[in-house]
């Protein structure tokens, strides 16, 4: 299964395309208080998982749905992006 170039320049645009839909809405995004912690996790520990878990609400997948279309989803702004390779969809999840 090789990548061609239009599979590689698909997913180099809906990389950018992510990180600059993230970067405009970030000043959005409500920052969360931080839990208490059980004794088992130190700050190190849970900003580590924070972490892991902010980069997996910004990942940018094949979409399941629509083979050949990459989406990403901006949890900030509350709308999904789907590319396909000449464009871009943006929409809310309701409305």
Same mark, same amino acid.
């Given at each position: 299964?090789?990548?061609?170039?239009? /599979?590689?320049? @698909?997913?180099?645009?809906?990389?950018?395309?992510?990180?600059?839909?993230?970067?405009?809405?970030? /000043?959005?995004?409500?920052?969360?208080?931080?839990?208490?912690?059980?004794?088992?996790?130190?700050?190190?520990?849970?900003?580590?998982?924070?972490?892991?878990?902010?980069?997996?609400?910004?990942?940018? /997948?094949?979409?399941?749905?629509?083979?050949?279309?990459?989406?990403?989803? @901006?949890?900030?702004?509350?709308?999904?992006?789907?590319?396909?390779?000449?464009?871009?969809?943006?929409?809310?999840?309701?409305?």
């Amino acid at each position: 299964m090789g990548l061609t170039i239009r /599979a590689i320049g @698909n997913g180099l645009m809906a990389v950018f395309a992510s990180l600059l839909l993230t970067a405009s809405w970030a /000043a959005l995004a409500k920052p969360s208080a931080t839990p208490d912690l059980p004794e088992e996790l130190t700050q190190s520990d849970w900003q580590s998982i924070r972490g892991a878990w902010q980069a997996g609400r910004h990942t940018v /997948a094949e979409s399941v749905d629509q083979p050949g279309t990459w989406q990403a989803r @901006n949890p900030g702004q509350l709308w999904p992006t789907l590319f396909d390779g000449r464009g871009f969809v943006a929409q809310p999840d309701h409305g």
